[in-house]
């Protein structure tokens, strides 16, 4: 049987346990604070990051996409263990230079059947793909066809995620000042999501309890094959993963429904207290 190897990037927020149960090959993205550039989940753990965002009068973090040596290296370990090929699933390509990078690094490999995969969303979008992409490896499926059926499926990725707070889009450069300060005076939490590739605002609304219920709702608008509840240090999340589970119309399996903490490599964007999911709609 020919070995698949599956790699993805960082901003898929897999932790290493589960990449490493699933035999997924995870390339990170870069974090910088201030002078202090970290590999993220290798250098830069998702509690460090969240310890380090959190301190008092610590620099603002940014990203840095990973090079295209760095997949090539990636690329070549996997192709040198003795994989025939490589399925590599990336954030979305008008998120971040990351999939130019992946796409670059496979270039360089002349002969090798490389598939770079854009998932066109980030967080767990990217990561369930990842999943599924290392289960049909793992079931004999040809490069090829398990790269087919990813892009496929990237159509059926819904992310929503309710800010607690629009600053960090303000750090970012992503908001005015004006516009904050406006957003802040009133409350409104931005509910965000990623359409055709690009980040979107899919609802404002005022107050925290109401942007949980409409993040509930949107989650539970489709039947749904798998879940991941994203959070980002957000108490009570657990009760939230029980009120989107009990609302999807047709049930989940529950094997298919995780739980994880936003990294290094989206964290910068999204701040403190966010709460949302991400799922995989069923077809």
């Known amino acids: 049987m020919r070995r698949v190897a599956i790699v993805t990037d960082s901003t898929s927020d897999l932790t290493a346990a589960e990449a490493a149960e699933a035999g997924i090959r995870v390339v990170p993205l870069y974090v910088r604070f201030g002078e202090e550039e970290f590999r993220s989940g290798v250098e830069l753990s998702t509690d460090d990051f969240w310890t380090r965002m959190l301190a008092p009068d610590a620099p603002f973090p940014t990203t840095a996409a990973a090079s295209p040596g760095d997949f090539q290296a990636a690329f070549e370990e996997e192709l040198g263990r003795g994989a025939d090929a490589v399925v590599c699933v990336t954030i979305g390509g008008k998120l971040s230079a990351t999939r130019t990078s992946a796409e670059l690094g496979a270039g360089v490999l002349a002969g090798a059947e490389i598939h770079v ?23 004999g ?14 159509a059926d990725i819904d992310l ?4 607690d707070t629009i600053e960090y889009l303000r750090k970012g450069g992503r ?14 939490k ?3 999501t990623v359409t055709d590739g ?17 993040v509930i709702e949107l989650l539970a608008a489709r039947p749904v094959e798998r879940i991941a509840i994203l959070h980002s240090r ?15 119309p047709g049930g989940v399996d529950p094997a298919h429904v995780r739980i994880s903490v936003i990294g290094p490599s989206i964290g910068p964007h999204v701040g403190p207290g966010c709460v949302g999911g991400v ?5």
């Open 190 to 192: 931005p509910i965000i």
């Open 117 to 139: 995969v854009d998932s066109n969303s980030a967080s767990l979008g990217v990561g369930l793909l990842a999943l599924l992409g290392a289960e049909l490896a793992a079931a």
């Open 198 to 214: 690009e980040v979107e605002t899919a609802d404002k609304v005022r107050t925290r309890a109401r942007a949980h219920e409409r």
């Open 234 to 248: 957000t108490p009570g999340i657990e009760a939230f993963r029980d009120a989107v589970v009990a609302r999807l």
């Open 175 to 188: 908001l005015s000042p004006a516009r904050a300060a406006v957003a802040t005076v009133l409350s409104i």
């Open 160 to 163: 929503y995620v309710a800010l």
């Open 279 to 283: 799922v995989l709609l069923r077809r």
């Open 141 to 154: 499926r040809p490069a090829a066809e398990i790269a087919a059926t990813l892009r496929a499926r990237a």
